[in-house]
């Protein structure tokens, strides 16, 4: 069986970290889930991840739920450093 270039150094890494239960597919959900928590869209997230439907890379969307909390705070920020109207409108 042939060594790939990624194998050869994964290995060394993952025995110089010390974590036996790290596992290639780990770090690759951690950067897609970094790239959603970064703002990328779901079709940016299909690409980097090479998925051909949404439904595999939705599951990275869920880190970037709290983005929603964020969004709603700027919003709010916007609303309340303009003037708005004393007639509620």
Known sequence: MAVS?????WHPAWAAAGRPDLRW?????TGAVFAAQAGATLAELMARLGH???????????????????IAEALSAM???????????
């Open 5 to 9: 270039t990624l194998n050869k150094a």
């Open 25 to 29: 597919h780990d770090l690759r959900h």
């Open 52 to 70: 051909s439907t949404h439904k595999a890379a939705l599951r990275y969307q869920h880190a970037a739920a709290d983005r929603d909390a964020r």
């Open 79 to 89: 609303v309340e450093a303009g003037s708005p109207r004393r007639d509620g409108l």
